[in-house]
């Protein structure tokens, strides 16, 4: 199983950019899907968690401005981020608990990561 993030790049303060994580593979069931971020010289944090239902959970910083959701579907997580601030600079991750195997049980997946970058 592979989680493939896209969407991060350059952008000025206030405006707003929308990530994507797609999973690929042996995917038999997604639970919860992530988004976290780390920003150089910083520990990893949570941004927005989201359940198979729907249920959603912001960290105080992306409250109000940050909205993750997701397509069971095509087992897809999104987030999108609006009146982004230079402090949201940060390489951001997708991470899911999937179920590839019932033999395995559910594990945690992580995507590369990619880029958002909040220029003053």
């Known amino acids: 199983v592979q989680l493939v993030e896209s969407g991060g790049g350059l952008v000025q303060a206030g405006g707003s950019l929308r990530l994507s994580c797609a999973a690929s593979?042996?995917?038999?069931?997604?639970?919860?899907m992530t988004w976290y971020r780390q920003a150089p010289g910083r520990q990893r944090e949570l941004v927005a968690t989201?359940?198979?239902?729907?249920?959603?959970n912001y960290a105080d910083s992306a409250e109000g401005r940050f909205s993750i959701s997701r397509d069971n579907a095509k087992n897809k997580v999104y987030l999108q981020m609006n009146s982004l601030k230079p402090e949201d600079t940060a390489v951001y991750y997708c991470?899911?608990?999937?179920?590839?195997?019932?033999?395995?049980?559910?594990?945690?997946?992580w995507g590369q990561g990619t880029l958002v970058t909040v220029s003053s």
């Open positions: 989201i359940t198979r239902s729907g249920n959603t």
């Open positions: 991470n899911a608990q999937i179920l590839t195997s019932y033999s395995l049980g559910n594990r945690d997946y």
């Open positions: 593979g042996s995917v038999i069931y997604i639970h919860a």
